[in-house]
C-alpha cells in the first residue's frame, strides 16, 4: 500500500517537473473541407461564354486563368486542366459570366478619381465526357477584396492593374469553390 502511495506521488511530481498540467488543452482538429469526386477525369477543358450585357471580362482570358489556377492547386499527376479544346479531354468546366458592374464608392482626395468596387456573377458546371454534372453553382457573386481607382467605370474595367487583378480574384475564388465543393 506504502508503494503504491509513493509511486502515485511520484507520478504526480514527475508530472509537474515536466510541466504538463501547465500545458494549453488540445483543441480538437477542423475536419478537411468535403472533396470532390472527378470520376476519373485526367484532363479538363476549360471554357467560358459571356451574357453579360457589358462584356467587361474576356471570357478566353478568364478560361486560361481558371485553368492556371486549377493547376496551381491540384497535383497535375491526377487531373490537369487546359483552356483550349482537345479530343483527350474527359471533362469540362463550363462557366457562364451572368453580370458585370461596377459600384461607385467614394472619390479619393489624392487623385480625385472614384474609388470603384468590381461585382461579377457567374455560373459554373463541372462535366465528365458522359455529360453528367458532377458540380455546379450558380449565381456565384464574387467582388473585389479593395476599391479600384478610375474616373468612371467603363474606365476602370480597361485600367491597369484591374483586369489582372479581376481574373486572379476570379480564378482563385472560382477554382476554391470547386475544390472545397461549396455549392
Not at 18 to 46: K, S
Not at 56 to 66: G, M
Given at each position: 500500500?506504502?508503494?503504491?502511495?509513493?509511486?502515485?506521488?511520484?507520478c504526480?511530481?514527475?508530472?509537474?517537473?515536466i510541466?504538463a498540467?501547465?500545458?494549453?488543452?488540445?483543441?480538437?482538429?477542423?475536419?478537411?473541407?468535403?472533396?470532390?469526386?472527378?470520376?476519373?477525369?485526367?484532363?479538363?477543358?476549360?471554357?467560358?461564354?459571356?451574357?453579360?450585357?457589358?462584356?467587361?471580362?474576356?471570357?478566353?482570358?478568364?478560361?486560361?486563368?481558371?485553368?492556371?489556377?486549377?493547376?496551381?492547386?491540384?497535383?497535375?499527376?491526377?487531373?490537369?486542366?487546359?483552356?483550349?479544346?482537345?479530343?483527350?479531354?474527359?471533362?469540362?468546366?463550363?462557366?457562364?459570366?451572368?453580370?458585370?458592374?461596377?459600384?461607385?464608392?467614394?472619390?479619393?482626395?489624392?487623385?480625385?478619381?472614384?474609388?470603384?468596387?468590381?461585382?461579377?456573377t457567374?455560373n459554373?458546371t463541372?462535366?465528365?465526357s458522359?455529360?453528367?454534372?458532377?458540380?455546379?453553382?450558380?449565381?456565384?457573386?464574387?467582388?473585389?477584396?479593395?476599391?479600384?481607382?478610375?474616373?468612371?467605370?467603363?474606365?476602370?474595367?480597361?485600367?491597369?492593374?484591374?483586369?489582372?487583378?479581376?481574373?486572379?480574384?476570379?480564378?482563385?475564388?472560382?477554382?476554391?469553390?470547386?475544390?472545397?465543393?461549396?455549392?
Amino acid at each position: 500500500m506504502l508503494a503504491k502511495k509513493l509511486l502515485a506521488l511520484a507520478c504526480a511530481g514527475g508530472i509537474l517537473a515536466i510541466g504538463a498540467c501547465f500545458l494549453p488543452p488540445v483543441r480538437p482538429q477542423q475536419p478537411p473541407p468535403p472533396q470532390i469526386d472527378f470520376h476519373g477525369i485526367r484532363r479538363l477543358w476549360v471554357t467560358a461564354s459571356s451574357q453579360s450585357e457589358t462584356h467587361h471580362i474576356d471570357p478566353s482570358t478568364l478560361a486560361a486563368a481558371v485553368a492556371y489556377q486549377f493547376n496551381l492547386q491540384v497535383d497535375n499527376r491526377v487531373i490537369t486542366a487546359s483552356p483550349s479544346y482537345g479530343s483527350s479531354h474527359d471533362g469540362t468546366l463550363q462557366i457562364d459570366i451572368l453580370n458585370e458592374s461596377a459600384a461607385a464608392q467614394a472619390i479619393a482626395a489624392s487623385s480625385g478619381k472614384t474609388q470603384w468596387t468590381l461585382d461579377v456573377t457567374l455560373n459554373a458546371t463541372l462535366t465528365n465526357s458522359a455529360g453528367a454534372i458532377l458540380w455546379h453553382t450558380t449565381n456565384f457573386e464574387i467582388r473585389s477584396p479593395g476599391p479600384i481607382a478610375g474616373p468612371n467605370s467603363g474606365a476602370v474595367w480597361e485600367s491597369s492593374p484591374a483586369p489582372g487583378q479581376l481574373r486572379y480574384w476570379l480564378s482563385s475564388a472560382l477554382v476554391n469553390r470547386l475544390l472545397n465543393d461549396l455549392r
